[in-house]
């Protein structure tokens, strides 16, 4: 699958509360254990978190990306999730869920899908670089209601 623009149209979004791993402008990408994955040549242009209370497919809580201004790490935020991105890191795929305090327009999704397309670029190389195998790549605008059903509501016993 590539990168599509395709807009999913969504009916009343749902309200999600998110903890702000990696502000806006940051160089260094958390993990949700606070832990540094990795320091990027280029700042993050979006605050990027994960959702209270749900594991994405990977194992790990489900990844949110905040838009708008620069948000504190640590911090948590009540928003709505307007769609998701598909990406398939080292051949596990996982989705990013788009969220925002307003409707997320055309211009915005170009340039979330954009990020996505490039950041999958450069995580393939430092897959290769970690010797971890597998494709990495963006697969699109996804449905939010579709991401929310893939991850697993936290239960007792998770992390």
Same mark, same amino acid.
């Given at each position: 699958m590539?990168?599509?623009? #395709?807009?999913v149209a969504?009916?009343?979004?749902p309200?999600l509360d /998110?903890?702000? #791993?990696?502000?806006k ?7 949700w254990? &606070?832990?540094?994955?990795f320091?990027?040549?280029?700042p993050?242009?979006?605050n990027?978190?994960s959702?209270d209370?749900y594991?994405?497919? #990977?194992g ?5 990306? =905040?838009?708008?201004?620069?948000l504190?790490r640590?911090?948590? =935020?009540?928003?709505?999730a307007f769609g998701?991105?598909?990406?398939t890191?080292?051949?596990m795929?996982d989705?990013?869920?788009?969220c925002s305090?307003?409707?997320v &327009? ?9 990020f996505?397309?490039?950041y999958?670029?450069g995580?393939g ?5 970690r010797?971890r195998?597998g494709?990495?790549r963006c697969? &699109?605008?996804?449905? /939010? ?9 936290? &239960?007792?016993?998770?992390?």
């Open positions: 590539s990168c599509t623009n #395709e807009p969504i009916d009343n979004p309200w /998110v903890f702000i #791993e990696t502000p402008g940051s160089f260094l990408k958390r993990g254990t &606070g832990d540094i994955d320091v990027s040549p280029f993050c242009p979006f990027y978190g959702v209370g594991l994405g497919l #990977e790990d809580m489900l990844d949110a990306v =905040v838009l708008g201004p620069r504190r640590g911090s948590r =935020v009540k928003v709505r998701a991105v598909g990406l890191d080292h051949g795929y989705d990013k869920l788009i305090r307003q409707a &327009g055309p211009v915005q999704r170009r340039f979330v899908l954009m996505f397309r490039l999958a670029r995580k190389i430092l897959n290769i670089w010797r195998a494709p990495n697969e &699109g605008w996804k449905d /939010v209601r579709g991401a929310m059903a893939r991850a697993r509501p936290l &239960g007792e016993g998770d992390s």
